[in-house]
């Protein structure tokens, strides 16, 4: 026998045997990311996924908050009540006020807030002026912006600014077709907003100011404002922002300190920014651990307010922190989205103007906490102590939850599988579909007019008939 035949099977019997022994090719990476993108897609494209992407992103970033307020104002709450619970059990008492706010936002209807709007905006230029008002408002952090009543604190200025979204949607998204003309773009919301924004000013309180401003701003933008109207408002506000920032001692030092923080006194102007570095970088990738922050222990003041996401950072690490964006970026993502996906052009300008609102408030505080902005006092909205921004914000919540169930497809879905268990306890009402002013009229029966003769109102084949009975006669007549 050869050595051929001996050593090696024919080459039939090894293709076979090669064929026998293949095993079949696993799952790739870009197999798993198609299945991924095809499932998220797919969640994506639910009716009510809107609604569930607010509720989780609310739910989670007061959560947070929470818990965050709690570790950040233990030390100077036991300094200053004896309790380390203190400053927690006010931020708890004013998220069940929230709770209630939320379901309260949720539950109205679209044109009842509508209708409600106005009154909304007069009882808050009336709050603002009786704040300024000493006796009846009270001083905090060189602000005259809080009315006290026992050991809860307002400020009146959370409300102007939902209340002026709310009305200046009304008026824009009435005036449509005439925002080309810049008289009837700006009137009446442009001297609206200078009279509120004025108030606030005075108080002095900077900070809510320029979040009036972005409201203000993004109403203007959503309703279609001409872009060279736009700019021009844009440099007149940046012009008067940097005169009020330069009109007092304070402010100024502030400016000074961001634009030369090596130059600056670091036990002075530049304490805050500088001890809020610090903690950011204590906490490296995944933080210290919950309540094991130093800076907390009198070296970061407003640690549990202003400086909140400090401590987030130092706590948390990286990992926390960047969780915390990627939320508000969610935020971003599913207002914009309702807004898109709504047909109410009021509702489309309010969801818009106060996702915008929240999200620069956002991107301001995280701003100068990290170093790229000068320090303003903005709170992070959910997550910051404070109760009445807390309240405004859960609201704002609210009212965007509602904005979601009265998409279009929402609407469909919730009429023709009925509402969950949920829904029916917390008594929210079905959603009614929007319907345009022209069509509401075309819908509505009109009476015939006095002065029309009777027979104009008869039916054309009754009219026809009567023609073809009187020609008989007519012809016997002849």
Known sequence: MSAEGRGSAPAGARGTTATRTRKPAGPTAAGHAAKVRAAVTAWLARPLTSLHIVLGVFGLLTLVGLVMVLSASSVESFEADGSSYSVFARQLLFCLAGLVVFWIGMRIPPKVLRALAPAALILSVILLVLVLIPGLGHVRGGARSWFVVGPISIQPAELAKVAMALWGAHVLAARQRMLGNWRQALSPVLPVALVLFTLIVIEPDLGTALSLAI????????????????????????????????????????????????ASDPLGSAYQAKQALYSLADGGLFGVGIGQGRAKWSYLPNAHNDF????????????GAVAVLVLFGMLVYVGLRIAARNTDPWLKLVVSSLTVWM????????????????????PLPLVSSGGSALVSAMFVGGLLANAARHEPEAIAALRAHGQGRVARLLGLRMPEPYRSPIARSAARPTAPSPRTPPQSRTAPSQRASGARAQVPGQRGHR
């Open 359 to 378: 999200a620069g408030q956002a991107t301001i505080n995280i701003g100068y906490v990290v170093g790229l902005l000068p320090v303003t006092g903005i």
């Open 308 to 319: 909140i996401y400090a401590i987030i950072g130092e706590e948390l690490g990286m990992v």
């Open 215 to 262: 409201v203000v701003a993004a109403l203007l933008f959503f309703a279609g404002v001409r872009m060279r109207l736009l700019a021009a408002l844009g440099i007149g506000g940046a012009v008067g922002a940097v005169m009020l920032g330069l009109s007092a001692g304070y402010r100024q030092s502030r400016i000074t300190s961001f634009l030369s923080p090596d």
